[in-house]
């Protein structure tokens, strides 16, 4: 029996993340059902810290953590965490109210976002077609994410603080006994008056285990692929290029152009992987919104995302199951609110409440706790 104070479970960027906050003053261990962390979502993340994306305790968490990417404490990393990208945001004719409400919508966090025309933005961009776009708007402020220098950060700030990560160590049965939850796994068994369930598209099934009511937690798969930019053109220095409605996106990255339907479609907890139909759907709307010929694919890969009904995540006590907080639903938002959304975990958990400049960014307790999406106030949203 290995005891600690704080029993998390899931090594990737949520346990990762949370564990880095509490193994300062508590002792922490890290279940991992896989054989290395961050092998599922974390680890196909294509990540870009934003402002203009998301729900509003979405883009409070991310403005929380922005400070974090970059100037990250010492030792944290031995490379740079995010380094500047731009986001810009374009629609057609048809989307044109939906981008101006979305603009209108995040503007009062980040007054830098402002409206570009169509000619700065194919001046920008220069593969984007003129005659498909009708309005756009930039974040100049939007950065590019160092996913594994971060996720990695984590782990070894936990580790150097004294927390342990188990590996192939999948929480199998779960007790609750002597004010102590009693875990077993196939690396024996562990016991912590807290256990945080930080399981990603598995955290349902792990509240199943413990007689804990389903969040609702729904993974959607997102694919990706990846091809050469055309000869002679550099998009070194391009922003990321998302359509308004999350149709596509994509982004020149070490060379590569990485492109993606924004698909979302629902799945069981499963090891993703692309299929056909969404790869062809990629290339499809990516060639009608630029000049890119996609004749050859470098790769392909897909992760899954995982959501509850309002878009926001859940971190908070179960009400029902003593000593079980939950920790997930981070949808596409994992790693860039990973500082915000861990730091307010390891207050919630610990008694200590939300961090002073969270709060002044009016996220509440209610936002973020789980009893929102079992009484019916949480409102449903486009992920």
């Not at 680890?43 to 400070?67: D, F, Q, W």
């Not at 629902?266 to 299929?275: F, L, V």
Request: aromatic content about 8%; proline content about 7%; hydrophobic content about 40%.
């Amino acid at each position: 029996m290995r005891e600690c104070d704080f029993l998390i479970i899931g090594a990737g960027i949520a346990g990762a993340s949370v564990g880095y906050w509490l193994a300062k003053e508590h002792k922490v261990v890290l279940l991992e059902r896989e054989e290395q962390p961050g092998y599922h979502t974390t680890g196909r993340s294509i990540a870009v810290y934003t402002e203009a994306y998301g729900p509003h305790a979405i883009r409070a968490l991310a403005i929380a953590g922005g400070p974090f990417f970059q100037n990250p404490p010492q030792g944290f990393t031995e490379v740079p965490l995010c380094h500047p990208h731009g986001l810009m945001f374009v629609a057609r004719e048809d989307q044109k109210t939906v981008l101006y409400d979305a603009l209108k919508a995040v503007r009062p966090l980040s007054p830098a976002i402002h409206e570009i025309s169509v000619d700065e933005a194919v001046k920008t961009v220069p593969v984007l077609r003129k005659d498909y776009l009708a309005a756009c708007f930039l974040d100049p402020n939007t950065m590019a994410l160092d996913v594994n220098a971060i996720h990695q950060g984590y782990l070894r700030g936990m580790k150097a603080a004294g927390g342990q990560v188990a590996t192939n160590a999948e929480a199998q049965q779960l007790e609750r006994k002597d004010g102590k939850w009693h875990v077993k796994t196939p690396q024996g068994e562990f016991s912590a008056p807290v256990v945080i369930n930080a399981a990603g598209a598995w955290a349902d099934v792990v509240g199943e285990r413990v007689g804990a009511k389903k969040i609702g937690l729904v993974p959607k798969r997102r694919t990706v692929i990846a091809f050469n930019q055309p000869p002679g053109i550099d998009g070194s220095k391009w922003p990321v290029v998302f359509d308004t409605q999350e149709e596509w996106y994509f982004k020149v990255d070490a060379g590569t152009v990485l492109g993606s339907p924004a698909d979302e479609t629902p799945s069981p907890p499963t090891d993703a992987q692309p299929e056909e139909m969404d790869i062809a759907l990629t290339v499809d709307r990516i060639e009608k919104a630029t000049t890119f010929e996609i004749r050859r694919i470098l790769r392909t890969w897909a992760g899954l995302r995982s959501f509850v009904i309002d878009g926001v995540p859940v971190a908070g006590y179960d009400p029902n199951v003593e000593g079980f907080f939950w920790l997930a639903g981070q949808g596409g938002y994992g790693i860039e609110t990973s500082v915000g959304l861990s730091r307010t975990a390891a207050g919630l958990v610990t008694g200590k409440g939300i961090p002073d400049d969270v709060k002044a960014l009016k996220v509440t307790e209610r936002d973020l706790g789980p009893q929102r999406l079992w009484d019916g106030t949480a409102k449903a949203a486009k992920h």
